[in-house]
């Protein structure tokens, strides 16, 4: 197998190995605070969380604080399981470039 077979599409682009490493670091985080964190728009933000709820690796929670929805997202443990063999491939990458 190729060292490079050991990534995970899903964290071949920034902002989803941002998110991914927010949420994994976090119990959650909602969207607004993710934004500011991450400086991106709502779009842009949006778009990268469904890619990462379709792998099923984020929870999704709404609820509402007083009148304002809320939406809420954590890492699924299939998630944290996915991010640490990313990581671990990469660290593994890095080794062997020594």
Same mark, same amino acid.
């Given at each position: ?30 969207? %607004? ?14 778009? @990268? $969380?469904? =890619? *990462? /709820? ?15 929805? %809320? ?14 063999? @990313? $990581?671990? =491939? *990469? /660290? ?7």
């Amino acid at each position: 197998m190729k060292i490079f077979d050991q990534f995970d599409k899903a964290f071949e682009n920034r902002l989803r190995l941002q998110i991914m490493s927010v949420l994994v670091a976090n119990e959650y985080y909602d969207f %607004n605070s993710l934004k500011e964190l991450l400086e991106v728009t709502d779009g842009n933000l949006a778009s @990268h $969380l469904k =890619a *990462l /709820e379709k792998e099923e690796y984020i929870i999704i929670s709404k609820s509402f604080i007083g009148r304002k929805p %809320n939406t809420q997202y954590a890492a699924s443990l299939l998630g944290k399981q996915a991010f640490k063999k @990313h $990581l671990e =491939a *990469l /660290e593994n990458l890095i080794k062997q470039q020594k």
